[in-house]
């Protein structure tokens, strides 16, 4: 029985082949003049070898299936199918089916070329072929890398028109297998789609079919390779916060370390990606992190500023307005003072100093104005000694005509008011109110540059803040990104 199915196979072969050989009609449509030949296709995904965002494509192996009617090829001699030779296919009509869009494609030829050639009873061919196709897929990367991406391979008639041929999907949504096999590096398929549609050009209208699946990006390796970097790297910036604000050396390395190092993340970032006009999700994080480490760098430098810049020209500035004030006194307290020998010598008997003494001990007591290590004035001792601006000197020089200069038994020099010239001693009254006033302003004025003056705790304050509003700042941002991009 065995041996007789095998020589009936043998036969239908030989014949088949020997019909094929003598004859070139098979290279013409089945049913030319006819009613349009109707192609079953299917689709076995063997795997998806990589997906591009840099060249916008993908690179998918496959198992390529079409199946046609051709009675030309009937045979009644058994009920069983032959699967011929490969070269046979070049004898056979085809259909003219391409990719549309397809970059760079081949067939597999390893040991032989990987197509079948399989016939039924009724004249039903199988042709079916291993390729590997490089297809493109545009994509929108506004979102990246938390983006979704949808891609196609378009399947078309090159040169029959519908009404030579018709393509559809043979199995219906089961004409594309394998899916549920693939695993990809990145991504990981949401939805398959197919699509059967006509399309108009200006030579006709051609089938065609499509394949579209859709793509969501694991964001598990940008995690790891980028958001966490940048993460660390923004924190690390803000240890300049912690570390005293005259280690100029520490902070400006560690601030100048960070900024280069986000840079090369982003220049990395940017290599791996096409040059496209708009912004990416990635780009709006790093660029984000970029700007946190660099305000902690200029952070830095407005301190320097305030300790080192601010604080020491303001008190030039003050040091050479009191130093006015100063010369302006002295002079005045020149002239105060050749008056008051003038007009007390008549009076005075027991004169315990000469000009020259009384001249010598005013200079002691403006030197005690004293400056601190730092260069800051210390208002104190202006305070204590009574210190005047010029439009203050001349109300004490105005009633410093009607005193004289007395000291005690200590040694210490103070004023005596004299009577008036003209007899009336409630003058003398009026003047020491006015001195009382005097004295208020110079208060009020001290406290005045003593506010100007920079104090060490506001460096230390910037620092204290930065601590606190940088990571607040940068939790507030990372919530809206992940919110916005995730959902």
């Not at 399989?118 to 979102?143: E, F, Q, S, W």
């Not at 001792?381 to 020089?397: A, Q, R």
């Not at 010239?421 to 004025?445: E, I, K, Q, Y």
Request: glycine residues 4%.
């Amino acid at each position: 029985m065995a041996n007789s199915l095998s020589s009936l196979k043998m036969e239908a072969v030989l014949k088949v082949g020997k019909s094929i050989e003598q004859s070139f009609q098979y290279t013409i449509r089945g049913s030319d003049a006819g009613p349009p030949v109707i192609v079953g296709m299917s689709i076995n995904i063997a795997s998806i070898d990589s997906i591009s965002e840099v060249n916008m494509d993908y690179t998918i192996t496959m198992y390529f299936q079409q199946s046609w009617r051709d009675k030309r090829l009937a045979y009644v001699e058994m009920p069983l199918n032959l699967t011929l030779d490969n070269r046979v296919a070049d004898q056979l009509w085809l259909p003219d089916t391409y990719f549309l869009n397809d970059k760079k494609s081949f067939l597999h030829g390893v040991t032989v070329k990987n197509r079948m050639i399989r016939l039924h009873p009724d004249g039903t061919v199988l042709y079916g072929l291993r390729i590997t196709t490089t297809a493109a897929c545009m994509m929108d990367l506004r979102r990246y890398p938390l983006d979704e991406q949808n891609c196609t391979l378009e399947i078309e008639s090159y040169g029959y028109t519908t009404d030579d041929i018709v393509f559809f999907w043979q199995g219906g949504k089961n004409a594309v297998t394998g899916v549920d096999k693939l695993e990809l590096p990145q991504f990981s398929i949401v939805e398959l789609h197919l699509v059967s549609r006509e399309v108009r050009f200006t030579t006709g209208s051609y089938p065609r079919l499509s394949l579209s699946f859709r793509i969501k990006r694991n964001i598990g390796y940008f995690i790891l390779q980028t958001y966490m970097p940048s993460i660390l790297i923004t924190i690390l910036s803000w240890v300049s916060f912690w570390i005293n604000y005259d280690a100029s050396a520490a902070r400006v390395a560690l601030g100048v370390t960070t900024v280069l190092t986000m840079t090369t993340i982003n220049t990395h970032l940017r290599e791996t990606l096409p040059k496209i006009p708009y912004v990416k999700a990635i780009d709006v994080y790093l660029m984000g992190c970029f700007v946190f480490v660099f305000l902690a760098l200029l952070e830095y430098a407005f301190v320097n500023y305030v300790f080192f810049g601010r604080g020491p020209q303001q008190q030039k500035k003050i040091n050479e307005r009191l130093n006015k004030a100063n010369n302006e006194r002295s002079r005045y307290e020149d002239k105060r003072l050749r008056e008051q020998d003038s007009i007390s010598a008549p009076f005075q008997t027991n004169t315990l100093r000469s000009y020259t003494q009384r001249r010598n001990l005013y200079l002691e007591e403006q030197r005690k104005v004293g400056v601190d290590a730092y260069g800051n004035i210390l208002l104190t001792t202006l305070e204590m000694n009574n210190e005047v601006m010029p439009s203050d000197v001349g109300s004490s020089v105005s009633d410093s005509r009607n005193s004289v200069m007395s000291f005690d038994s200590s040694g210490v020099q103070f004023r005596k008011p004299m009577a008036s010239r003209d007899g009336f001693g409630h003058h003398s009254l009026d003047r020491s109110a006015m001195r009382s006033r005097a004295n208020c302003r110079l208060r009020r004025r001290s406290s005045k540059l003593k506010l100007k003056i920079p104090n060490l705790t506001d460096v230390s304050t910037i620092d204290k803040w930065s601590r606190v509003i940088f990571p607040i700042t940068f939790g507030f941002f990372n919530l809206i990104y992940w919110l916005y991009y995730v959902n």
